[in-house]
């Protein structure tokens, strides 16, 4: 019986560019052979023309090739074998694949299994993915529109600061509260949560959204999220915080609630066309210039990251 190893396959992918995202990128060939564990060579001319519109053709229209090498193969004789590195907008991550192409151009592969030892093998590059340098203009946009509504924003301060995507029903968030406060705390780095509401989420109640930022307002980001995150699980969390909510949402001012929503909303505008629609995600800041308007940073689609870029 063969055993089945390595057979979940995506092709997804990512860009290394601050100014063009999407973009093809330079890379340092014998650092990415090394890296990828392949030993690859440029294409150029008709090849490389070709075999870019056949890829363009697999993926949606706003992902992007970013990178694309052919491989000097010891193995899988029958085919030609390249390297190709795509960039997905809404996942923010370099994702390397290898393709096969038959030697006459009429069949294209992208999985291939190696067959040995009672195992069956997928066959991927060493390094499979990196996180790209970005533009993070968009932030400096979400920063006017806290300041603008006065919004609780910074849950602890430090001297290099990473951002969080999030909101109530972020149960990973909950789950590693104590972890993230501890970590973030010994490493001097400081958290500012960037509150997000999705009316495509069928859970994702706005009220109870709009009534812990006004508590935070006046109590605290840390102090209000910490007494809600000392609840014994996550559902008493969420259960606590809706109480809370329908009791004493009466009780914020008209001005007040309006505009913590309208703020919400427009919050939402900028990270849907920044492509950013998980919670949670991280944001890491590596160069910020306010007054030039300009950003630049990592990042981590789905993922709570406190280990910074050295």
């Known amino acids: 019986m063969l055993k089945k190893v390595l057979v979940s396959f995506a092709i997804v992918g990512g860009i290394a560019l601050i100014n063009s995202c999407g973009s093809e990128k330079s890379y340092n060939l014998s650092k990415l052979q090394e890296e990828i564990g392949s030993k690859l060579f440029p294409l150029k001319g008709e090849e490389e023309t070709q075999l870019k519109n056949i890829i363009r053709a697999l993926y949606p229209e706003e992902w992007k090739i970013v990178g694309l090498f052919g491989v000097k193969q010891s193995e899988e004789n029958f085919f ?36 040995g030892n009672n195992t069956v093998e ?3 590059p060493k390094k499979d993915k990196e996180y790209p340098l970005e533009n993070l203009r968009w932030l400096l946009d979400i920063e006017r529109i806290v300041l603008s509504a006065n919004l609780p924003q910074t849950l602890l301060k430090g001297k290099k600061y990473i951002y969080l995507v999030w909101n109530p029903y972020c149960e990973s968030c909950y789950n590693r509260w104590r972890d993230i406060i501890k970590e973030a705390t010994q490493k001097g780095l400081g958290i500012k949560i960037i509150p997000y509401h999705n009316i495509y989420y069928p859970l994702d109640d706005l009220y109870m959204l709009i009534y812990l930022l006004y508590r935070a307002q006046s109590e605290g980001l840390y102090t209000v999220l910490n007494n809600y995150y000392s609840a014994p699980s996550f559902e008493a969390f969420l259960n606590q915080l809706k109480k809370d909510t329908y009791v004493h949402l009466k009780d914020i001012p008209k001005e007040r ?54």
């Open 80 to 115: 030609k074998k390249y390297l190709v590195a795509v960039y997905n907008p809404y996942q923010h991550v370099v994702f390397y694949r290898f393709i096969w192409l038959t030697e006459d151009g009429k069949y294209l592969s992208t999985t291939l299994y190696r067959i």
């Open 122 to 124: 997928l066959i991927l």
């Open 257 to 310: 609630f309006n505009s913590i929503g309208f703020a919400l909303q427009q919050i939402n505008k900028v990270l849907k066309q920044a492509k950013i629609l998980v919670v949670p995600t991280t944001v890491q800041v590596e160069n910020i210039d306010p007054t030039a308007g300009l950003a630049s940073g990592y990042v981590y689609v789905g993922r709570i990251e406190l280990k910074l870029k050295k």
